[in-house]
């Protein structure tokens, strides 16, 4: 049998090992794996060292890791959801490498109250590519034709995009630009909508949340033939690069966000009220203030205080009463 103090300090020596794997259970498993487990030499596999395996045996439990289920989600660090658009981007290639990216999130087409027609996976999908064949790419130009073929009641759909790429001299750099995007449909008719500035500097891309004819879209296409007029063509988060597409990604985008967003201009047209307001009642108070002037004024003039009675006249007065009695 082990004697008294191997078993007091066995004792201790568990407890002090409990507090420490207290303070310890979160550090990583390879920490706790460091620790080994605890053998005396000097003891005997009597009764006693039963006593001690099973101290030894509750002390590597309290060591182990909880487990895990293994449903339990693991976390990752910054882990935040993109907004990362349905596919990718559309690339015309000239002479092996690309000349034109274009992507949307959306693209939607309507004849006047027709049902809307939905083209986002006919355009982008890699699955069923559109045909580009036609597309062309020069240093100054660039046409992107995108031929869907027969949509719905349409024959033959195609939407069309020219580009142009000028040299400013006052901003010193090249500037690539949309200026008009076309449908083609039923074999020779053609409504094309002309791009108000959609352009942006040659190293960049161009980007902005829609590119529409509708009013309430900033209205950036304008319909030049009467055929535009029938028809109604929404781009939603719009992006395109044209001319100086050298990695194969969009480059930092030129956005179309303007000063004047329906909130800005919201928040100026109530302050401007505000501000009516505000000189509206000083005006008042002014105003009231005149007439209270006036009103004192008047009453000096038509209710004028008594005088006081001289002492002479006092004097007299006394001296015609005593007389008279």
């Known amino acids: 049998m082990a004697s008294p103090w191997k078993h007091c300090s066995i004792l201790l020596l568990s407890l002090l090992l409990h507090l420490q794997s207290s303070t310890c259970l979160d550090r990583p ?5 460091a620790v080994a487990p605890i053998h005396d030499e000097g003891v005997t596999h009597s009764d006693g060292g039963m006593w001690m395996e099973d101290t030894e045996q ?30 990718p981007p559309l690339k015309v290639f000239s002479d092996g490498e690309p000349c034109v990216m274009f992507q949307a999130r959306r693209l939607s087409l309507r004849l006047e109250k027709q049902k809307q027609l939905d083209l986002t996976e006919r355009a982008f999908s890699p699955q069923k590519p559109v ?23 349409l024959r033959g759909l195609s939407i069309r995009l020219q580009l142009s790429n000028t040299f400013y001299e006052s901003s010193g750099q090249w500037w690539f630009s949309v ?8 074999t020779s008719e053609e409504a094309v909508f002309n791009a108000s500035e959609v ?20 209205a950036l296409l304008l319909p030049s033939t009467d055929h535009a007029r029938r028809w109604t063509i929404t781009f939603t988060d719009f992006q395109i690069q044209a001319f100086n597409v050298t990695s194969g990604k969009f480059s930092p985008a030129s956005d179309c966000a303007t000063f004047l967003t329906p909130a800005i201009l919201m928040g100026l047209v109530t302050s401007l009220i505000l501000l009516l307001v505000l000189a509206y009642a000083l005006h008042m108070v002014i105003h009231l203030k005149h007439i209270e002037h006036d009103d004192e004024h008047k009453a000096d003039v038509y209710y004028p205080q008594t005088p006081e009675q001289p002492e002479h006249c006092y004097v007299e007065n006394m001296a015609e009463k005593n007389i008279l009695e």
């Open 131 to 153: 045909d580009t064949s036609q597309s062309v790419c020069r240093q100054d130009k660039a046409t992107l034709l995108m031929r869907f073929g027969d949509v719905e009641d």
């Open 199 to 218: 352009y942006a500097p040659a190293s960049s891309s161009y980007h902005c949340l829609h590119v529409s004819n509708l009013q309430r879209h900033s």
């Open 179 to 186: 200026d008009s995007v076309s449908l083609l449909y039923n």
């Open 58 to 87: 509750t002390i590597r439990q309290m060591l182990q890791p909880p487990p895990q289920s293994p449903e339990a989600p693991q976390r990752k660090l910054l882990q935040v959801p993109g907004a990362a658009l349905p596919f």
């Open 29 to 33: 498993p390879a920490d706790r794996a």
